[in-house]
């Protein structure tokens, strides 16, 4: 009979960790049951408003598709659709978005998260928008820069199916230096402070994964961020 060590046998859990000043990598954030419901959310919401394939500034076409919630407004770049009615943020995202950058901040020394005044940070954030992205097995996102929000207010990120890549970089070049982290089904990753304006993309999703198993149909990765455009507060 094969006898096992510990470490064929068992996983070793994932830390949280500062990944750069204010950049907080929070795994398996979110228990299976959440991420099902969040899944099941999803389904409802692409089901008033389906998913499209974004045009970029440049003409191209993105491979990710993506649907908004809550504020739609010019010049919110990812929010085009194409007519079609944008459905509200639901409170309990708006409160989930809140005890993701509490939760972010708070689970690591607090001497090592480099955001200044972390606690104001995290009393005002009130996310009034979310993208949610899916990737098939062949999509990825370009290192960009997200930079349409009128508040400076931290990026909330929900990471449900297959894992990818997450290249994050820094503030000045879309290229090196970058650091890559897995993204797993129930990761949380919060980029706010110094960090807010890091370049950051999606190289490669890992197809069958995880995508499946929460009841995606062709699998995939689904990508929740939550954001404080800031919209509300700018007459247009
Ligand atoms: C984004 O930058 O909008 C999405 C990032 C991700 O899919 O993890
Ligand atoms: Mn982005």
Redo the contacts with the bound molecule.
Sequence with gaps: MAEYEVTELFTVPREPIVLAPGAVHVPDWLPVARQHDLVAACRDWVRSAPMRHQVMPGGGRMSVQSVMLGVNRTPYRYGATGGAEVAALPDWLVDLGARAVADAYGMVDAGDVGVPEVEDVVRGFVPDSA?V?YYDGAAH?GMHQ?KDEFSAAPIV?L?LGDTCT?RFGNTETRTAPYRDVE?RSGDLFVFGGPSRYAF?G?PKVFPGTGGLHLGLKNGGRL?I?LRMTGGHRRAH
């Design positions: 993208l992205n996102m997200d990120s990471s997450f993204l950051h999606v990508n961020t």
